[in-house]
Antibody
Framework: QVQLQQWGAGLLKPSETLSLTCAVY????????WSWIRQPPGKGLEWIGESNHSGSTNYNPSLNSRVTISVDTSKNQLSLKVTSVTAADTAVYYCARGARRFGYADYWGQGTPVTVSS | QSVLTQPPSVSGAPGQRVTISCTGTSFNIGAGYDVHWYQQVPGTAPKLLIS???NRPSGVPDRFSGSKSGTSASLAISGLQAEDEADYYC???????????FGGGTKLTVL
């Protein structure tokens, strides 16, 4: 059974760096893409980006310059960093397993709410 | 503004059939990229409902079905049940943006 468990700081000040980690339990880590997706309060889903096990990444062009997704294959974990956050980055952040590059997400983490406020 | 366009809301009575549309462009659905559907109960993570236009993951009832026509895709839910009340999102790939895109979401109300 595949489970994704995520954690990270939930309250940030503007200009700080958002940092989240997602641990994958069960299944293969190397056969899939690993994504981050976010959802602002009351709004829809926004794809942030993805990485495969070897660190090959794809990012949403609108966030590209501020986002870094990395993987640690020794721990079956993926991480997300978003620099220079603003109130617009306030959202629930999800990690998810992608079946293939730019593919569908078949397993999701529980979500981490992140608020950016001064 | 989402790249994929969905109606904000749909509704139906128990037992009825409803459809949710997802309209794209020649850079995504019209280009032949796959469409996937998710169900999200408020306060929980999205759940994969349909992959690659028509495939249902194990455990998804066959009341849920997907289809494609031109630059649009549709999710149909038959035999509507109270537990189907949720938000539904479509997803595809957009070549002009070189990334994954979602529809704005559709809230399904079971009357």
């Amino acid at each position: 059974q595949v489970q994704l468990q995520q954690w990270g700081a939930g309250l940030l000040k503007p200009s700080e760096t958002l940092s989240l980690t997602c641990a994958v339990y069960g299944g293969s880590f190397s056969d899939f893409y690993w994504s981050w997706i976010r959802q602002p309060p009351g709004k829809g889903l926004e794809w942030i980006g993805e990485s495969n096990h070897s660190g090959s990444t794809n990012y949403n062009p609108s966030l590209n310059s501020r986002v870094t997704i990395s993987v640690d294959t020794s721990k079956n974990q993926l991480s997300l960093k978003v620099t220079s956050v603003t109130a617009a980055d306030t959202a629930v952040y999800y990690c998810a397993r992608g079946a293939r590059r730019f593919g569908y997400a078949d397993y999701w983490g529980q979500g981490t709410p992140v608020t950016v406020s001064s | 503004q989402s790249v994929l366009t969905q109606p904000p809301s749909v509704s139906g009575a128990p037992g009825q059939r409803v459809t949710i549309s997802c309209t794209g462009t020649s850079f995504n659905i019209g280009a032949g990229y796959d469409v996937h559907w998710y169900q999200q109960v408020p306060g929980t993570a999205p759940k994969l409902l349909i992959s690659d236009y028509t495939n249902r993951p194990s455990g998804v009832p066959d009341r849920f079905s997907g289809s494609k026509s031109g630059t649009s895709a549709s999710l149909a839910i038959s035999g509507l049940q109270a537990e189907d009340e949720a938000d539904y999102y479509c997803q595809s790939f957009d070549s002009s943006l070189s990334g994954v895109v979602f529809g704005g979401g559709t809230k399904l109300t079971v009357l």
